[in-house]
């Protein structure tokens, strides 16, 4: 687990720089603190900053083959980097190091841009051939590590975050105005897309193949999620499948130099992890849990539980309001805006833990798996309801009827009915995309200045969930966990994980992450997904007599923030000076008259708008930052230690 980052000019008579590669592995060095190297040759550079995992004396990088003709940097873990050595080496390849960064270079010597279909892991890494002069660039299946690039008609940049990116002297910084209609629409910018108009990231499963005479390629996809197999085997048959296949991957992923431990948040997805690293260790699992002092936000209690079952050494952090007062830490490690609010509980985890361990499994990816959010249910509804509904009376009465029902908040919630009639007026693709959406259409018409407005022109945020629902839609639910995949995991919840523990140099290895497991359970029955109104029925199966009693079938929490009630109290000073401010670069974008009405309605507590007023206040910060004329792009890495306040208990 490192940082890369790099430079190809298209003019092959001018040089990259050694002090401009120092530059921007500097502005990556929390992601990498063992080490730093570089390579240079002309008009190519590469620079990599080490955290050290496997092969801790001698996986240095740049890593090149024999001849010295290809050289590679990395950012991740290869975890059946074994096996494929093995193989390279009954084939006369020549191994230097032990670690699994060097199996690159040689499956790229045999197998080209091909070698991304062998590789089990997560990663992103850039590939120098000097012979055909080709820049090889990729990234994992399933986008666990992130990767921007740069370019123009002169140079290619690429790194790991865009700081390393942005510490490039001469780029255009101009800002996508569909990226803050993303970003508004959904808290994230998903796809392709960046902040920055001229970045772009390379998407999960993609290679891009660059060389000075086709500077302008397009990247290419070497792998796809597909739900459209089923596979009608018998709940028992799935159970032993499902159960191997969680072993193995376990297994896989404890392959380390260094001690491995485990977040632990007291809900299936962990408890199942540790559950399963438990019985394949002797020694016991370290644990890693956050929580909050309000009760319902909180599930130390679950935690402890299951950290005391399995006999292990567990730490655990309440965060307290202050965490939120100061968000330079959030605008420094996420780069773009990003206002998953659980980004400050997972950085005050991975801090925790990374003062203990390098490494970490967690849970990540079991709701996308295995059906877990509650959202999945209720849309099941909606979609059985929508099946009775001729399609006439969906259009001609449901959607007017949908666009004049208030938005009433204050209402009991049978009469909430704006968001049902909305879902039950479209199709099965809409209706997700909208039920995602934490700024919808017509919020979004009256929030943003009408002068932005005009420059989105016809511009559809909600098409990336649409697509990707509408490619895995062999029934609802297989659509909508295709949707979350393709779009949710890989720029929401990855995100946030990657940037908070690469923030403190932790590694997050999450086995349900795996695109072999994950292949084979989007050919399994949604009936064993979910089943009688309870999602993960299978995990449930698989796990009800290995975990503590009643944990397996209680109500689900999630890993959120009192982000509303904090907002009506310790935040309100901050939303005032940078949302409600008409003199604020966020006022280039919004109507802050009707931000002030939202943020008024929801101190009162007539309305529900905690989720839009956080992003418009991380948006505000993050432009305050990144965006003002005379600011220099941030390029200090923040503190071992971030402005929570925490109390540990072991």
């Known amino acids: ?45 590469l620079v990599h900053r080490r955290l050290a995992i496997i092969d801790l004396e001698g996986g240095r990088q740049p890593l090149s083959n024999e001849d010295e003709s290809i050289h590679v940097v990395f950012n991740g873990e290869i975890y059946n980097y074994q096996e494929l050595r093995r193989g390279l ?126 500077f302008r390629a397009t990247p290419k996809r070497y792998w796809q999620l597909s739900f459209d197999q089923e596979n009608p085997a018998s709940a028992k048959k799935w159970k032993e499948r499902v159960d191997a296949a969680l072993q193995e991957s376990v297994a896989a992923h404890l392959v380390a130099d260094v001690p491995v431990g485990a977040f632990l948040s007291g809900g299936l ?67 773009e805006p990003f206002a998953d609010a659980s980004a400050i509980p997972t950085m005050a985890v991975s801090r925790l833990a990374a003062q203990h361990v390098k490494v970490v499994l967690s849970g990540d990816g079991g709701d996308e798996l295995f059906g877990g959010y509650s959202r999945y249910l209720h849309d099941l509804k909606e979609a059985e309801i929508r099946d009775r509904i001729p399609a006439l009376i969906r259009s001609l009465v449901l959607r007017p009827m949908a666009a004049i029902w208030p938005k009433a908040d204050w209402l009991p919630r049978p009469l909430r009915l704006k968001t049902a009639m909305e879902n039950l007026s479209r199709s099965p693709a809409e209706a997700c995309a909208n039920t995602v959406s934490i700024c919808r259409s017509a919020v979004r018409r009256s929030l943003l200045r009408r002068d932005f407005s005009a420059t989105l022109r016809d511009y559809r945020p909600e098409q990336s969930i649409i697509d990707a629902f509408e490619a895995g839609h062999r029934d609802p639910l297989s659509g909508m966990l295709s949707a979350d995949t393709n779009v949710l995991l890989p720029d929401d919840f990855l995100t946030k994980v990657d940037r908070a523990s690469m923030g403190f140099g932790l590694e997050v290895r999450p086995p349900l992450i795996d695109w072999k497991l994950m292949e084979l359970v989007a050919s399994m029955p949604s009936e064993f997904k979910i089943r009688n109104g309870s999602g993960k029925w299978i995990l449930k199966q698989l796990f009800e007599s290995r975990l503590p009693e009643d944990l397996v079938n209680r109500r689900k929490q999630g890993f959120e923030l009192p982000i509303d009630a904090w907002l009506r109290g310790p935040l309100k000073e901050q939303v005032r000076v940078h949302v409600l401010n008409s003199n604020s670069l966020l006022a280039q974008y919004i109507n802050v008259d009707a931000a002030r009405l939202m943020y008024e309605s929801h101190c009162r507590g007539t309305g529900r708008h905690g989720q839009l007023i956080w992003s418009l206040l991380v948006l505000a910060r993050w432009l305050d930052a990144w965006a003002k004329p005379e600011s220099k792009p941030m390029l200090k890495a923040p503190t071992r230690k971030l402005a929570l306040q925490t109390t540990a208990r072991t």
């Not at 019985?279 to 890693?288: E, G, K, W």
Request: proline residues 4%; contains cysteine.
């Open 1 to 45: 687990m490192c940082g890369i980052a790099g430079v190809l000019y298209a003019d092959s008579n001018r040089s990259v720089s050694a002090e401009l590669l120092t530059e921007m592995g500097n502005a990556i060095a929390h992601r990498g603190p063992d080490g730093e190297g570089t390579f240079r040759a002309g008009s190519v550079g």
């Open 89 to 214: 080496e009954a084939r006369g390849h020549i191994f230097r190091t032990n670690s699994d960064t060097e199996v690159l270079v040689h499956l790229y010597e045999e197998h080209g841009a091909d070698l991304c279909t062998h590789l089990r892991g997560m990663f992103s890494f850039a590939i120098w051939d000097a012979r055909r002069r080709e820049l090889l660039l990729a990234r994992d299946h399933l986008g666990q590590k992130p990767f921007f690039i740069y370019r123009d008609n002169e140079k290619l940049v690429f790194g790991s975050e865009l700081k390393a990116i942005l510490a490039h002297p001469n780029l255009d910084r101009s800002i996508d105005p569909a990226a803050i209609e993303d970003y508004l629409t959904f808290g994230f910018i998903p796809g392709q897309r960046s902040i920055f108009a001229k970045v772009m990231k390379l998407q999960a499963a993609h290679f891009l193949r660059i060389a000075p005479s086709e």
């Open 269 to 335: 997805d962990s408890s199942s992890i540790v559950a399963l690293m438990s019985a394949l260790r002797t020694d016991p699992v370290q644990t890693f849990s956050i929580g909050f002092d309000e009760a319902e936000f909180s599930e130390l209690p679950h935690a402890r539980e299951v950290a005391k079952h399995f006999g292990c050494i567990h730490t655990e952090e309440i965060v307290t309001p202050e965490a939120v007062r100061d968000l330079d830490d959030l605008t420094f490690l996420y780069d």
